[in-house]
């Protein structure tokens, strides 16, 4: 079994700062993308930020200045630091990665975290 284990969400005011944290664990063979979506209420989960095994980067629009993805290998842990974090930043953050739980699997699996609350208000 893999799991994703998100941590670092809270409350925050608008222009503040918070790092987001998922580590993986379990039965992992390896993992190929990671990365951080996020859902506010009455809207669907959209993209935040990708990062792949080797490094590359991948952001939305909305947070491309102000957000920055990377990851530790050696840990399984995927990280997202938010910066200069607005109202509209406000949503339930979730981790996402493909893995591979054994060297049997000739493809990667879709995990999810639980997800973590961002809320950013004065």
């Known amino acids: 079994q893999v799991q994703l284990v998100e941590s670092g969400g809270g409350l925050v005011q608008p222009g503040g700062s918070l790092r987001l944290s998922c580590a993986a664990s379990?039965?992992?063979?390896?993992?190929?993308?990671m990365g951080w979506y996020r859902q506010a209420p009455g809207k669907e989960r959209e993209l935040v930020a990708t990062?792949?095994?080797?490094?590359?980067?991948n952001y939305a629009d909305s947070v491309k200045g102000r957000f920055t993805i990377s990851r530790d290998n050696a840990m399984n842990t995927v990280y997202l630091q938010m910066n200069s974090l607005k109202p509209e930043d406000t949503a339930v953050y979730y981790c996402?990665?493909?893995?591979?739980?054994?060297?049997?699997?000739?493809?990667?699996?879709?995990?999810w975290g639980q997800g973590t609350q961002v809320t950013v208000s004065s």
């Open positions: 996402n990665a493909a893995i591979k739980p054994s060297y049997r699997y000739g493809i990667y699996l879709n995990y």
């Open positions: 990062i792949t095994s080797d490094g590359s980067t």
């Open positions: 379990g039965s992992i063979f390896s993992i190929n993308a």
